[in-house]
């Protein structure tokens, strides 16, 4: 099996900086997409920024410039460094991993984390 497993949450003032980790770990060939998504109560999940293997990454508009995403490819780990927060920014953070999990099986298959809560509030 896969596991995905976040840290890093917390509260933070605003104009505060948080940095939220997700290490894959299981039965894992190999990952290629990567990311970030977050959930309000009520909502649906939105994604946050995604990554490539090759480190392509991609934002959604109310995080650009404030929030950089990364990964370690030889730790199966991905990364948001969040700057600048926002009170509107407190939700659950989810991470995502496309995951190959056998040299003979080229599909891959998505796994998310188990969540962690960002709270941006003075």
């Known amino acids: 099996q896969v596991q995905l497993v976040e840290s890093g949450g917390g509260l933070v003032q605003p104009g505060g900086s948080l940095r939220l980790s997700c290490a894959a770990s299981?039965?894992?060939?190999?990952?290629?997409?990567m990311g970030w998504y977050r959930q309000a109560p009520g909502n649906q999940r939105e994604l946050v920024a995604s990554i490539t293997y090759g480190g392509n990454t991609n934002y959604v508009d109310s995080v650009k410039g404030r929030f950089t995403i990364s990964r370690d490819n030889a730790k199966n780990t991905v990364y948001l460094q969040m700057n600048s927060l926002k009170p509107e920014d407190t939700v659950v953070y989810y991470c995502k991993a496309a995951v190959r999990k056998t040299l003979w099986n080229t599909a891959y298959q998505d796994y998310w984390g188990q969540g962690t809560q960002v709270t941006v509030s003075s």
């Open positions: 299981g039965s894992i060939f190999s990952i290629s997409d």
